[in-house]
């Protein structure tokens, strides 16, 4: 988000909203108030590796991202 806001010519930015384990482990993420985003002064965002340990990782790869099979072929007949 800072890079499109620096640059006059970019005109959508497309945003999802973080819950609050996101805002716990990712600091300096972006504030959204009435479809303005409140950027931090600082270039990125930070993660806090002792809170994130608290979330592991569950399951495997969504299925709706297995659009290639392992050879590349399609998954769709």
């Known amino acids: 988000m800072h890079l499109s806001v ?6 959508i930015r497309e945003y999802t909203p973080m819950n609050d384990a996101l805002r716990e ?19 990125g965002i930070g993660i806090d ?6 979330y592991p990782v569950e399951g495997g790869i969504p299925s709706w991202t297995m659009a290639r099979t392992p050879d590349g072929t399609s998954s769709k007949p």
């Not at 590796?49 to 608290?54: F, P, V």
């Open 6 to 11: 620096s640059a006059t010519n970019f005109g």
């Open 25 to 43: 482990v990712f600091f300096g993420c972006p504030e959204i108030e009435k479809s303005y985003a409140y950027l931090n002064n600082k270039l």
């Open 49 to 54: 590796e002792t809170k994130a340990k608290r």
